[in-house]
Nanobody
Framework: QVQLVESGGGLVQAGGSLRLSCTAS????????MGWFHQAPGKERDFVAA???????YYAGSVKGRFTISRDNAKNTVYLQMNSLKPEDTAVYYC?????????????????WGQGTQVTVSS
């Protein structure tokens, strides 16, 4: 069993930056693909970014070049650095862990989820 706890959300003006963190309990953190998803009110939960290890990262087209995902396996933590934020980035951001294989961009592939952290970008 893995428990995920996100932090770092908040209110920021357009063009600003935030860094989200997600810390996992349990063992074998390095064996998991870690992903970030976001969900705006009335919309589906959408893929943002995922990381297998330090060199294999994946991004949604809408955030590529603005967001960076990274992980520190010694701290059981995954990060999402968000720069040049836009009002349309406003959503609840969720951290998720994928054990084994699967499509990293699909929310139904993930085994464990955090409770989410709110990100609000004002114009």
């Amino acid at each position: 069993q893995v428990q995920l706890v996100e932090s770092g959300g908040g209110l920021v003006q357009a063009g600003g930056s935030l860094r989200l963190s997600c810390t996992a309990s349990g063992r074998s953190f390095s064996n998991y693909v870690m992903g970030w998803f976001h969900q705006a009110p009335g919309k589906e939960r959408d893929f943002v970014a995922a990381i297998r290890d330090g060199s294999n990262t994946y991004y949604a087209g809408s955030v590529k070049g603005r967001f960076t995902i990274s992980r520190d396996n010694a701290k059981n933590t995954v990060y999402l650095q968000m720069n040049s934020l836009k009002p349309e980035d406003t959503a609840v951001y969720y951290c998720a862990a994928l054990r084994g294989g699967g499509f990293y961009f699909r929310s139904d592939a993930y085994d464990y989820w955090g409770q989410g952290t709110q990100v609000t970008v004002s114009s």
